[in-house]
């Protein structure tokens, strides 16, 4: 049986920046098992498979897998895939620019905005379908250290020490003195369980200097035993990060805005937009936004 497919970049407006995303269309009959063989077949971070919508006033079901396992929720995946059925649906004669869709993932309905901007490329902006909420406390800043190659005196900046917190998936948050620091961060994998095995063995390792102005932190994800040695933009991870954005910043009641770098030192610069609003000391609600554009599309001969 042919299936489409698309590879798009995600959190980009350029081809061969950002974070590269397989969506497989047309995936209905698939099995976790066939799934799991295509997403180690592309071999990219994360891939796509697009089913019928369980309920159907939503737009599409969603599930999602990294060359080692499937995901309950992730940024880059929902934005890319919003995207292209959008730009789908315009070229299918809608003549709708903008789309509003509900993706099913497994962690919830997800509500998202997609807006075509020209031929192959779009935007997406989607509500987090969880608040981030803490997991308990981080593995001390030793560890932590020995694990990405620093010295302990380097993590952390201001307020900032590690955190862990999950909004659909767990991270261990790593705050860092600058770019220099985290630009030398190289995870040990033998001693990676160690530092990080209550936190789903995922860090996302940030500081606030950033490459350019106007941006807000600068990150790295790293995942080895998700099968991702290196991410260049992390949805889930930023989802999370509210939670620690908002404890050791002390956010004020109002909208609050950022724009988070990722991908600079693997040559795939990522722009993840993040928003939250905050009433007291709660988020009440919290969106991520991201460019996507199409670089290829083909047909997988899969029974």
Same mark, same amino acid.
């Given at each position: ?16 920046? #950002? ?53 309950? %929720? ?15 649906? %315009? ?101 990676? #369980? ?24 600068? #990150? ?5 035993? %998700? ?36 991908? %600079? ?39």
């Amino acid at each position: 049986m042919k299936r489409n497919y698309a590879i798009l970049d995600v959190f980009t407006d350029r081809p061969l920046a #950002g974070n590269p995303l397989a969506v497989v269309l047309d995936a209905g009959g698939l099995d976790e098992g066939q799934m799991q063989a295509i997403a180690r077949e592309f071999n990219l971070s994360e891939t796509v498979f697009v089913t019928p919508p369980q309920n159907p006033v939503h737009s599409a079901r969603l599930r999602i897998f990294t060359p080692a396992r499937e995901l309950p %929720f992730a940024g880059h995946p929902t934005v890319g895939t919003a995207v292209l059925l959008a730009l789908r649906a %315009f070229a299918d004669g809608s003549g709708l620019e903008e789309s509003m869709l509900v993706l099913e993932e497994a962690v919830g309905p997800v509500r998202c905005g997609a807006f075509v901007k020209g031929e192959g490329i779009g935007r997406a902006i989607f509500d987090l379908p969880r608040e981030s909420v803490d997991l308990g406390p981080a593995a001390d800043k030793e560890a932590i250290a020995a694990t990405l190659g620093l010295l302990p005196a380097e993590i952390g900046f201001e307020n900032h020490q590690p955190s862990t917190f999950t909004a659909g998936v767990p991270y261990a948050f790593v705050p860092v003195r600058d770019l220099a620091v985290i630009a030398r961060a190289t995870p040990n994998i033998a001693a990676w #369980g160690e530092a990080f095995r209550l936190e789903g063995a995922a860090a996302f390792v940030y500081c606030r200097e950033t490459v350019s102005l106007g941006h807000h932190f600068h #990150g790295r994800m790293f995942a080895p035993t %998700f099968g991702i040695a290196e991410d260049p933009a992390t949805g889930s991870a930023i989802a999370a990060l509210t939670g620690a954005i908002a404890r050791f910043d002390g956010l004020p009641s109002g909208a609050h805005r950022y724009i988070i770098e990722q991908g %600079f030192e693997m040559g795939r610069p990522s722009l993840v937009g993040l928003e939250m609003d905050v009433d007291g000391e709660r988020i009440v609600a919290a969106r991520i936004a991201g460019d996507a554009v199409i670089v290829a599309t083909g047909t997988l001969s899969i029974d």
